[in-house]
Each structure stands twice: as C-alpha cells, then as structure tokens.
C-alpha cells in the first residue's frame, strides 16, 4: 500500500500521516514529511487576506435590493470589454499601422501587436486581481476599472511604452495592492 495519499486518513488503514511516519524507518521518515501531500499542498485551501476581505464585505451587500441597472452593468461591462475599453488608444495603435500598409514590411507592427497584448493581459489581471467580478455596485466597479487604468499609465506610460519593463509591473502590482483595501473597504 502507497503510504503517500492526499487524504489524512488512508481508507483502507485507518490511519493518518503521523501514524504512517511513526512506522517508517528513520531514513524515510524525512522523505515522507517533505513528501506528503497534506503539507505539501495545504496552502492551496488557505483562503488570502483579500479574498477573507472581499467575503465579508459582500456578506454584507447579500440582501441589497435588486438592482436592474447595476446586473445589466455587470452583463455588459465583463473583464475582457474593460479590458479592451482601457486598452483601446494602444489597440488604436495597432489599427493605425495595419491601416498605413506597414504590415506588408518584414517586421511590421510588431511592437503595437506586443504592446496591445501585453495591455490586455495586465489590465486582465489587474481587474482579477481587485476582484472585479465581485464589485457589488456600479460605483464600485468603475472605481475598480478607474485605478487599474490610472495605474497602467502611471506605470507603463499613457500609451504602454514601457509594458516589458520588470520593475514597471512590479511597481504597478504594488500599487494595486496599495489600493486594494481602500476599494474593499
């Protein structure tokens, strides 16, 4: 019988981990604590701070009333549109290459093309990162939408000169942690 399951009692034994490890030879023993799944993958059921922060505050929202304009809001207004929306001049770049025919050259557009993923990939996880999909007015949400695109030009300029820069979007992550408490408040 495999000693190492993911569970803290084996089925078939009845026993947990530190029954196991107590029956294995000394020279297993280290292998068996640094192998065993509970440990190993405990962290992954751990709720974070945030995700404890933004419960409790929707706890509290749970009885609103309903609210039309604010489930169409959220209908309309998803992760991916907020994205695209916020990242729209840089897209408008890429537009206006492709319109000049410079995408017939070798290297054509391929900085816009960058620079237009690279965007809606940060505001994406930006977004998630705040818990947008969460938000529980439109109040909230446009908040939300607000400091993920005045960071992003903070950070990486009003156009994403600088989106590859490392230190650019570690400064951006801390800013969107700074602020995240303020807008789960």
């Not at 000693?3 to 068996?32: A, H, V, W, Y």
């Not at 995700?51 to 991916?80: A, M």
């Not at 537009?95 to 816009?112: G, S």
């Amino acid at each position: 019988m495999w000693p190492f399951g993911s569970s803290n009692t084996i089925p078939n034994l009845g026993k947990n981990t530190e029954e196991i490890n107590k029956e294995l030879p000394p020279d297993l023993q280290g292998f068996f604590q640094q192998e065993n799944p509970d440990k190993k993958h405990e962290r992954i059921f751990t709720v974070s701070p945030q995700q404890l922060q933004v419960n409790k505050i929707l706890e509290k929202h749970k009885n609103d009333p309903y609210d039309d304009e604010f489930n169409t809001y959220k209908r309309s207004q998803t992760i991916k549109q907020v994205a695209g929306i916020n990242c729209a001049e840089i897209h408008n770049l890429l537009h206006e290459c492709y319109k000049n025919w410079n995408w017939l050259q070798p290297d054509a557009c391929i900085d816009e093309t960058r620079k237009t993923s690279k965007c809606l990939d940060l505001q994406s996880e930006a977004l998630k990162r705040l818990h947008y999909n969460d938000c529980y007015s439109v109040k909230q949400c446009k908040a939300i939408r607000y400091y993920v695109d005045h960071f992003f030009m903070k950070n990486f300029g009003p156009l994403g000169e600088e989106v590859n820069d490392d230190d650019k979007a570690e400064n951006y992550n801390k800013d969107l942690d700074g602020v995240f408490y303020k807008l789960w408040k």
